[in-house]
């Protein structure tokens, strides 16, 4: 009996052995599950972490981009601006009048409607392009253009700009005075010298004005 007693209680050490290394392996393959999970974890934080801060960056950059573009468009408007009333002070410093002259509607000069120059108009601008290569010295020329009240009041002021621009044409191909000394503007019937009521009044309305300035 003692023999059986102690061949069992050997049985089960035996069992309990064998069982032994099966329960280390299952406690060690779990813990490492649970780490590795823990690094998987980790790393899907820090790769959250790390796109926002590549969205965070793109956006930041986008809006650096946009301002910087607004600040160059404001920078142009500004540079247009200050250039443009350089330009103007600079005419203003050397726009002394020399002399003015006017092509009117003498019955021949300028035809109702029409912006050719006819024969005693070209006389006028050859003696104007003469008097202007005798002075010697850069000579800047204010063309406008102008016309009587009959029609529409945006044809009137397309027909001052014809009228000022065959004036300037003329004078650069004939005359030999450069296009960058001439300036031309339409005032259509803006500025009557004359009374629009009467077809003497309208005749004299009907011209050119050509300010010479130094």
């Given amino acids: ?19 032994a290394p099966g329960c280390v392996s299952k406690k060690a393959y779990e813990t490492g599950m649970e780490d590795l999970d823990g690094r998987v ?4 934080s820090a790769v959250e972490a790390n796109q926002k801060r590549i969205n965070d960056l793109s956006k930041s950059t986008d809006q650096k981009v946009n301002s910087l573009k607004a600040d160059n468009q404001k920078s142009m ?22 002399w003015k002259v006017v092509i009117k509607d003498d019955g021949v000069k300028f035809d109702f409607g029409k912006a050719s120059i006819t024969s005693s ?8 392009a003469k008097q202007l ?13 102008h016309t009587d009240s009959v029609g529409p009041e945006k044809d009137n002021m397309a027909l001052g700009k014809m009228r000022a621009g065959a004036v300037r044409n003329y004078l650069n191909e004939k005359g030999g005075i450069p296009l960058h000394a001439m300036n031309t503007i339409s005032l259509g019937e803006g500025r009557p010298v004359a ?20």
Avoid at 41 to 44: G, K, L, N, P, R
Avoid at 203 to 213: D, G, P, Q
């Fill in 1 to 19: 009996m003692y023999k059986r007693q102690a061949a069992w209680i050997v049985g089960i050490l035996f069992v309990a052995v064998l069982a």
């Fill in 41 to 44: 974890v980790a790393v899907e």
């Fill in 77 to 98: 408007q500004v540079g247009q601006q200050a250039m443009t009333k350089a330009t103007a002070a600079e005419r203003a410093a050397q726009g002394k009048l020399v």
């Fill in 121 to 128: 108009g070209i006389t006028d601008l050859d003696q104007l």
């Fill in 133 to 145: 290569k005798s002075k010697g010295r850069a000579l800047f020329l204010e063309i406008e253009g």
């Fill in 195 to 214: 009374d629009n009521s009467t077809k003497e009044g309208r005749a004299e309305n009907r011209r050119v004005v050509i300010k010479v300035l130094e």
